[in-house]
C-alpha cells in the first residue's frame, strides 16, 4: 500500500511522530551520533504556583514540526545566510519523570545530558519548570569552565525556601556554587521577584550581572553581549517568561514588561558570534495556559534560531 505520493513522503508537519522538527530519535543514548541532541525534561514538581510545564517538551516539539522544512536548511534573507543546512539534530526523547520524587527525576534529566556530552553533541534540554537546570548543570562536573547566561523574569537565586533547595526558585543559586560555573549574566529580571533583596546582594557578592529588560533595552544587545566575559564558553538557559505574557502567555509564572521576539533574537546572536555555546535549555512553557499555541511556537522558534546561530559561528566547544 502506498502511504505518499509517487515521488516519496512528503512528511508534512502534522503528519508522523512528533520529534524536535522531526529529527530522527535515537533513544538509545550510547549510541548518539549527533551536533545537537534534545532531551525532554517534563518535570514541573519544583513550582511554586501553577503547575503545567510538564507538558512543555511534547507542546514544544509539535510546534517545532512546522520547522521541518523540507529542504536543506533554512535560508534567512536578511542575514543572507543558510541556517542548519547539514547540521544533524537528534531527539533522545525523555527523561524518565518518577512523580512527587525530584532527586530521582533529577538524576535522570542528569543522565540524559551527560550522555549527550558523552556523544560530543550540544545537549538541548527542554524543560519542565526551572529547577531542571539543576541537574542540567551538575552533568557538566569535570568539563571546563564556562559563564551562565540566564533570559528570565526572575533571578532564581533563592537558597531554601520550605526546606527546599531543588525547586524553581533555586536554580541560579546552584549554579552559583558549582567551581565550573565562572560566573552568571541575569537578563529580564523585573518586578515582583521570587527572590528578596538579600538574594540579589548575594548573587552581586557571586559575581552575577543583573540586568533588567529595561536596563538592556538601554544597552542594546550588542552592548549586552559584551558584559560577558570575552572568550568565556557559555551556558545558556531562557525561561519563556522572560517574554512579555502578550506573546508568551503558556507559562505558570507570567510577569508583564517582557522582552518582544527581536530583542532576545539579536542578543543571542551576538552572543553565539563572541562565544562558544557549551548547553542550552528552555524552560517553563506550560502550554495549557495558551490555547493559541503561540508560547510553544516561540519555544520552537527561539531553539532553532538560537541552534542556527551556534553552528554558523563556527566556534568550537571546549
Request: glycine share 12%.
Amino acid at each position: 500500500m502506498s502511504h505518499g505520493y509517487e515521488g516519496g513522503r512528503l512528511n508534512l508537519p502534522f503528519t508522523g511522530i512528533c520529534t524536535f522538527a522531526k529529527a530522527p530519535y535515537q533513544p538509545d543514548w550510547d549510541r548518539l551520533e549527533a551536533d545537537a541532541a534534545i532531551l525532554g525534561a517534563p518535570f514541573d514538581a519544583g513550582t511554586q504556583w501553577r503547575a503545567g510545564a510538564r507538558f512543555g517538551p511534547r507542546g514544544v516539539r509539535e510546534a517545532s514540526t512546522l520547522f521541518s522544512f523540507g529542504h536543506s536548511g533554512a535560508y534567512d534573507h536578511e542575514d543572507d545566510v543558510t541556517y542548519l543546512d547539514g547540521v544533524r539534530i537528534v531527539d533522545m526523547g525523555d527523561a524518565d519523570i518518577v512523580h512527587t520524587d525530584t532527586l530521582t527525576s533529577h538524576a535522570n534529566i542528569r543522565k540524559g545530558v551527560e550522555a549527550a556530552l558523552r556523544a560530543g553533541a550540544l545537549p538541548v534540554t527542554i524543560g519542565g519548570d526551572h529547577s531542571i537546570n539543576i541537574p542540567c548543570i551538575e552533568a557538566y562536573e569535570g568539563q571546563p569552565p564556562f559563564h551562565v547566561l540566564q533570559i528570565d523574569a526572575h533571578l532564581d537565586f533563592v537558597d531554601e525556601r520550605h526546606g527546599v533547595t531543588r525547586g524553581h526558585g533555586n536554580p541560579m543559586r546552584r549554579a552559583a556554587e558549582k567551581p565550573w560555573v565562572s560566573g552568571l549574566t541575569q537578563v529580564g529580571i523585573r518586578n515582583v521577584s521570587s527572590t528578596a533583596r538579600e538574594g540579589y546582594d548575594d548573587a552581586r557578592a557571586r559575581g552575577s550581572d543583573i540586568l533588567s529588560v529595561r536596563q538592556m533595552r538601554v544597552l542594546g544587545p550588542l552592548a549586552t553581549a559584551q558584559r560577558i566575559p570575552a572568550g568565556a564558553p557559555v551556558y545558556v538557559t531562557i525561561d519563556i517568561d522572560a517574554f512579555c505574557p502578550s506573546i508568551a502567555p503558556g507559562t505558570g509564572t507570567p510577569s508583564h514588561g517582557g522582552f518582544l521576539y527581536y530583542e532576545v533574537l539579536e542578543l543571542l546572536q551576538q552572543v553565539t558570534r563572541r562565544h562558544a555555546i557549551v548547553g542550552i535549555d528552555l524552560v517553563e512553557v506550560a502550554p495549557d495556559y495558551d490555547p493559541t499555541g503561540s508560547t510553544s511556537i516561540l519555544a520552537a522558534q527561539v531553539l532553532m534560531n538560537l541552534l542556527g546561530f551556534v553552528f554558523h559561528a563556527g566556534i568550537p566547544r571546549p
